[in-house]
């Protein structure tokens, strides 16, 4: 009998869904709390960790849609990602020549741009400039995604970038720290499978769902700086 074929893996989830992940995600960065603090989630998942981090932290929530890059010759092989505008990472050409790689990554930026119109349709992109900006997502596997949303993000003049997520492959976080000027992950995990494993529900997160986070955090966070006392 070959035991590595019947060996069966048993993964414990970590958190219950994406709002008990938030949550634990934002006590972790209650130092962060600040006037020139802006929270971005990654579209879709990443935004439904990111709102509790930025109803905790009483700051502005924003979202930028992600999207991989994917190979001409098999196209759910990942071999990057991009963001609209400025966020490209590439992870390798994997025998692409330079116009063949420059038009897969152009397809891909074009489906970002669209997403994120569609998801900004309602509520307006919010300023980086001269921020300091909490990129969160719901877990980092290759990393891929996170990268290229931290070089937008650096593109757009945020002052300070920090990288959230509650669980990530260990070997990937060495690839963000290169790009950002803090991270923060509550469990880096090795053998990491997936970050869905490390969730009792992780469910597929829609368009709307993404909107509707959107507008209860932006209208929450108005009313929290109605209330905050000025100076005399």
Known sequence: MNVSENLVISVVPLFADRIDAGRAL???????RSPELVVVGLARGGVAVAAEVARTLQAPLDTVAVRKVGHPWQPEYGIGAVTPGNGVYVRAHDGLTDEELAAAVENAR????SLDEKLHAEHARLELAGKTVLVVDDGLATGGTM???LRWARA???ARLVAAVPVAATETLGLVHAEADEVVCLHAL???FAVGVWYGSFGQI???EVVRLLGESRQAWS???E?????R
């Open 26 to 32: 934002a006590v972790e960065l209650e130092r962060e």
């Open 110 to 113: 074009q489906k970002a741009a």
């Open 147 to 149: 990268i290229a949303a």
């Open 156 to 158: 757009a003049g945020a």
């Open 190 to 192: 090795s053998p990491f």
């Open 206 to 208: 829609d368009d709307s």
């Open 223 to 225: 009313k929290a700086s």
């Open 227 to 231: 209330n905050v006392p000025t100076a």
